[in-house]
Structures are given as structure tokens and as C-alpha cells.
């Protein structure tokens, strides 16, 4: 009985090893010649010997790993748009005092500048609120024809004052470390590229700190700063003198630290600088906090801000009074936005930021590289504003 037993479960394994034989790869064995070089008795000898050696077999040709299923993501909510990040949240949301991206990302949907870039083209812009400007030979006096008919989120008219009113303000508060050192490059040269508005105004002045400018001093800062950006509202314009042929000016304008224009009247009634060149150094170089706009908007652009929340979400509603008729480039959008409603909330977790995508609950995440081969599936689908998406 044992010996039947034995015999039986013999041929089980021999069985099993068959069925593993002939799941296994192909099995390739070559011949080869390996030579060595040996010391032996003091005297160098060459050995040769023939061994078989196994190798891995080659794919052949158009043989590759099935590609990964393509998956269709959920929308539960067609109104509003969910943006999962995991890269932080913005320190403010003025667009002066922002020098990063999170803060820079929001800002510019809520606010615009005269020009904004061509699509992927850095180098390339086209008309926002100018509708067109003109520049002097040498390419330091710009000026702007400014668009009729745009109206701030808080009811406000744009006109070209406002757009001087944001860039002084811009200049004038010059935070530590902000992003003005560029501004006050392209209006006053490189040597007075700062990295504050209190570096920049005793550096102009001559003085070895901003504590040590006079009153008069610090009126004639500001004087200069207004002399280098000139409105016009009878006709419209709004006239930039810089120091130098400056390629980048344009970029400048571009970004929302120079060209997030608001509501000077609007701004003032709420306790921001009041325009007067007597008084800037009070709204000079601020915290964070400090600023009016640190978590208050009130641009021109496709959304508004309805609130943030630090640490927990950002909330925009779409600007049903938008001003754009015409695309800024072909198929580009116009008027109110299509989406209602945007979230951003900052989620630090990878696995909670996918999940949410896979469930439908986020239609925006942050992926870092290291995780991009977990949405493969997600691949080769393209949705529209309606949320509808195909294969492409």
C-alpha cells in the first residue's frame, strides 16, 4: 500500500513538472568557447574549455506586453470642477506680493493683464485688456490702447487709471523677496534690480537705509515710480517708459505679480494705498496677511473668488459677466465659463488623491512622476467641458 502511494505521488510530481515544463519559456542552450589566462608553477598558461551556457530568448519581431485596459473616469459633479493638488497652497492671493506657483495658478483666473501669452508660446502673447499698443524704435516707450466694456467682479469699469493704480501699487509695496526686482529692472536699470521696495527706494535715493529717507524723499520715490507708467482716460491709453530696451517687458506684463490688475476705487474704499505719495510707505513691503488681497479678490477675469479657507480649500464661481466675445486664439474659449464652479483643496497623501480620482470624486490630481505609471489606464481618453470623453 505505501509502496503504491509512493508510486502515486511520483508520477502526480512528474506530471506537475511537465505541466510547470511547458509554462515555462522556451529553454535555449549555446555553445561557447571560454578562454582564461592562469599563473600555474610560474609559468602563464592559456585554458580553454567549451561550456553550454543558458541564454534568455530574444522577443521577436512586433512581440509586446499587452498594453494596460484603457479606463473611463467618473464625473459626479458636471458644475463643478475638482482640483486635488499636493503641492501646497498659495501664501497669498495678491497677486503683487505672489512669487509662486500655487498662489499664481489661482490669480490668474481671477485677474488679468493687458497682454497674456499665445497659448504654449512664451515668446508670443496676444491682446487681454489692451486691445492692441505700440512701441518706439529703441523699445522703451509702450503704449496701450485699453479695452471699452470690462467690468470688475465687484461692478467696477475698468479704465486705464487702474492699470497705472496696480502697477505703482505693485512697485510701491515691493515685498522682501518678491518678484519686483524685475520690475524695478526693466523701469530703472539694473543697478536698482532690488529685492525690495525699502532696498530699491534708499538705493534711489542714495541713502544707505530706507529708515534714513526724508519725507521728501520718500514723496519723490513715489513721484518717479508714477512717472514711469502714465493713463490716460480720455484717450484710452496707458503709456510704460523704461529704462532700457527691455526683450522681456512683455513677459512681465504677462504675469499676474505686474499685470493683475484691480479696481483702484474699489481698492481704496477698502483700505488698500490710497494713491497718494505722501502716505505708500505705510502699505510698503507687507506680511502676507497684511495685504487687502491676502484673501480677498476682485479682478476681471473668468472667475471669482468665493472663498479660501487656509489648509482646507479654495473655492472660485464662474464670472457670469465676462468680457470675452472673441477667442484669444482659434478654438480658444469665450464668455462665461462653461464650468461653474472650481475646487482646490491640498491633499498631501498620494493613495487618498487617487483614490478620489478613481471614484470620481477628483477630477484634477497632482501626480508626482513616481506614481505615473498607476493612471497608464487613464491614457488615451479625451473629455470635453461637458465631461464627455472618447478615445483618441
Known sequence: MLRKNISIIFGLLVIASMVLSSC????????????????????????????????????????????????????KNPDTYMVITGAGEPQSLDPAWTYETAGSAVESNIYEGLVFFNREKTDDYVPAL???????????????????????????????HDIAYTTHRAMLQGRIDGPHWMTYEAFFGPDLAMASVNDFAAAFVGKDSFDALSPAELVQVCEDVKATVV??????????????????????????????????????????????CATWQNWAD?????????????????????????????????????WQTEPMWEG?????????NVVIKNINEWGTRLSMFETGDADYIYVPNTYRPQLEGYHGFECDAEENCEEV
Do not use: C
Not at 609559468?43 to 561550456?51: C, H
Not at 521577436?60 to 498594453?67: L, R, V
Not at 482716460?233 to 523704461?242: C, K, N, P, Q, R
Not at 480658444?332 to 461653474?340: E, L, R, Y
Open 130 to 160: 489692451a486691445t492692441d499698443w505700440t512701441v518706439n524704435e529703441d523699445g522703451t516707450v509702450w503704449v496701450f490702447n485699453i479695452r471699452d466694456g470690462v467690468t470688475f467682479h465687484e461692478g467696477g469699469t475698468l479704465e486705464p
Open 332 to 340: 480658444g474659449p469665450t464668455g462665461a465659463a462653461s464650468i461653474k
Open 231 to 276: 493713463a490716460d482716460d480720455e484717450a484710452g491709453t496707458v503709456t510704460y517708459t523704461l529704462a532700457n530696451p527691455t526683450p522681456w517687458f512683455m513677459a512681465l506684463l504677462a504675469q499676474s505679480f505686474l499685470g493683475g490688475v484691480t479696481d483702484q476705487e474699489w481698492m481704496v474704499e477698502n483700505g488698500d494705498w490710497d494713491n497718494d
Open 24 to 75: 515555462a519559456p522556451e529553454r535555449i542552450v549555446e555553445t561557447v568557447v571560454v578562454t582564461q589566462v592562469v599563473e600555474r608553477e610560474g609559468q602563464t598558461i592559456i585554458e580553454t574549455q567549451i561550456v553550454e551556457v543558458e541564454v534568455t530568448p530574444t522577443p521577436k519581431t512586433g512581440e509586446t506586453e499587452p498594453p494596460l485596459a484603457a479606463v473611463v473616469p467618473e464625473f
Open 286 to 322: 507687507p506680511a502676507a496677511e497684511e495685504s487687502l488681497l491676502f484673501n480677498v479678490a476682485n479682478g476681471t477675469g473668468p472667475y471669482k473668488l468665493d472663498h479660501w479657507t487656509p489648509g482646507e480649500e479654495i473655492v472660485l464661481t464662474a464670472f457670469e459677466d465676462y
